[in-house]
């Protein structure tokens, strides 16, 4: 027979108990909010996918951050801790007060099993310029699809892939691609776009209006090259919806690599045409100090017999900003370009691309490297910072 003062003493003892947890909790969670915070906070800074199929290829997480500063704030770099995640960011200011983000995209192809990987977060806030963000979650092998149909497998509705790829898609064309899609329930399966409004210009996207039970639909995406916007990789997500149970909304990948189309030239007429030079292959700055601004300058030259279009120029690292419009350089004209180094929080031997795109036939895209040595520590020493 239990003793009901030992009872009750137990139950008092297990009430205080829960009382100072709640508190200690309630501490933790009043410690990490942002109010009465100045720097860059994000919402989360650890996210976990849970169970991804390998035959996702890519999963990404976007985590938000808001500038609680009182100046703008700017996104210098995000370095991976590992090359299979590839991250993006705000590249643009973010004023106090407003959101920015850093998106992580994990690659699962032929990475099965548990992975658990940091983004270090690069920024020129006063407060805590760096912060680290954690993305985890498990890869498996998806199950043997029958009769040879290797899909991934979304539901009732079962798609021939969840990428569509225009590698290459070429300024003068327009290129069609398709994609099987199966209707494995047993009633029939309405499908719509998503939100076609805010598919790309250049785009356009048909879907099965409905499929019967085992009936085997197409889905075509068309992309305008001649439209589409500037060189080099871009995509966008297609979303599809439907009234199937299992699979009421699909999310597909367009992706593609636009790039400039020349004929077929003869030696003469290479000769001829126009011809791109840059006159430094690198810049080297040598050993330097991180913390300011280095200032460059580099010129290109038309060594052809015909126009030069200059189309675009895109620095590898926001950190390098340049004045730029599309020119045009004549027969034998040079043009000196400058531009401006952010060297905050870079460390080590740096060497960053600017990439430079034209209608030199021989060679359409070229780069420029600007290289400077950083001590390997970041010695750069924020004035506005609490001392120790």
């Not at 997500?237 to 990948?253: D, F, V």
């Amino acid at each position: 027979m239990k003793n009901p003062i030992l009872s009750h003493i137990h139950i008092r003892t297990t009430i205080i108990a829960l009382i100072i947890l709640s508190v200690s909790i309630t501490d933790l969670i009043a410690q990490d909010t942002p109010e009465g915070r100045k720097g860059v906070v994000f919402d989360e800074r650890e996210f976990n996918f849970g169970e991804l199929k390998e035959s996702m290829k890519f999963a990404t997480h976007r985590f938000r951050f808001r500038n609680l500063t009182d100046r703008a704030v700017l996104v210098n770099k995000v370095e991976s801790s590992c090359g299979c995640t590839s991250p993006t960011w705000s590249q643009d200011s973010i004023q106090p007060g407003e959101f920015g983000f850093v998106d992580a995209r994990y690659e699962t192809t032929n990475r099965i099993g548990k992975f658990d990987k940091t983004l270090t977060v690069y920024t020129n806030s006063p407060v805590s310029p760096i912060q680290f963000l954690a993305i985890k979650g498990v890869v498996v092998k998806p199950k043997p699809i029958p009769n040879n149909f290797k899909i991934p497998n979304l539901g009732r509705l079962d798609f021939e892939r969840v990428n569509v790829s225009f590698e290459p898609l070429y300024d003068n064309e327009t290129t069609t691609k398709e994609i099987r899609v199966i209707n494995s329930s047993d009633y029939t399966s309405y499908l719509n776009v998503m939100v076609p409004h805010r598919l790309p210009k250049y785009a356009t996207v048909e879907v099965p209006k409905s499929l019967e039970p085992g009936e085997v639909g197409k889905i075509k995406v068309t992309l305008d090259g001649t439209t589409a916007p500037g060189y080099g990789y871009g995509e966008f997500e297609l979303a599809i919806q439907s009234n199937n149970r299992g699979t009421p909304m699909a999310s597909l990948r367009v992706s593609y690599q636009r790039k400039q189309y020349f004929p077929e030239m003869s030696k003469r007429q290479l000769k001829r045409a126009q011809k791109l030079e840059i006159k430094e292959g690198s810049i080297d700055f040598g050993k330097q100090r991180s913390g300011g601004f280095l200032n460059g300058s580099f010129s290109l030259k038309n060594t052809g017999k015909k126009p030069l279009i200059i189309h675009q120029m895109n620095p590898d690292c926001p950190c390098i900003r340049l004045e730029y419009n599309n020119a045009t350089l004549e027969a034998g004209e040079t043009k000196a370009l400058d531009f401006r180094f952010d060297t905050v929080t870079k460390t080590g031997k740096k060497s960053i691309g600017i990439r430079i795109v034209s209608n030199d036939p021989r060679n359409p895209e070229q780069y420029i490297w600007v290289k400077a040595d950083f001590p390997t520590k970041y010695d750069y020493e924020c004035p506005t910072c609490p001392k120790d």
